[in-house]
């Protein structure tokens, strides 16, 4: 009984000496041996006529004639194009994201520049030079009043306030 397996590709101890045998390749002993084997398993029959009939189709096709030697640089002259192609719409497709992207990182670097620029400025304006200005005191305007410490004082300070009148 023959498997699956051997029915569609013959016997694997023979499946060389069979392309030979169809070929006539094969010394006489070899080829007593492929026939007797031929004879007695069904698969092996199976696949020579299969065999068979495809080369007898190859046989009735007529030669091609030779391309020439330009033909292997024109094929790869197609291939190259349509990778270009190909390569060309990807990129094409992305295109409009890209300019949104080079956009946005105009527009943050203007503003960043403009932050710094600002920043710059404010700080200038607005921090006097310390070493060059010299405190001024008012001779004339009495001790400015200094923050009571404890709860008398605070009694003091409003009874004090309270009779200037």
């Known amino acids: ?6 029915s569609r590709s013959g016997c694997q101890a023979y499946e060389v000496l069979l392309e030979d045998y169809l070929n006539a390749e094969l010394s006489a002993e ?3 041996l492929a026939a007797d084997h031929l004879a007695d398993c069904a698969a092996c029959r199976a696949a020579v006529k299969r065999a068979n009939a495809s080369t007898r ?9 030779d391309p020439g030697p330009a033909f292997a640089r024109m094929v790869m002259a197609r291939i190259r194009s349509a990778e270009n ?10 295109q409009p994201f890209v300019s949104l992207g080079w956009r ?4 943050a670097t203007f503003a960043l520049a403009a932050l710094v620029t600002y920043n ?3 700080l200038h304006r ?3 030079n310390v070493a060059l200005q010299r405190p001024t005191v008012d001779i004339f305007a009495p001790e400015p009043a200094r923050a009571p410490a404890t709860g008398g004082e605070v009694l003091m300070m409003v009874a004090d306030t309270g009779h200037e009148k």
């Open 104 to 107: 946005f990182a105009a527009t």
């Open 126 to 128: 607005s921090q006097p």
């Open 57 to 65: 189709l190859l046989r009735a096709a007529e030669p091609s004639p």
């Open 120 to 122: 710059a400025g404010w």
């Open 30 to 32: 070899d080829a007593k």
């Open 1 to 6: 009984m023959t498997t699956d397996a051997e």
């Open 85 to 94: 192609e190909k390569a060309a719409s990807r990129a094409n497709f992305w």
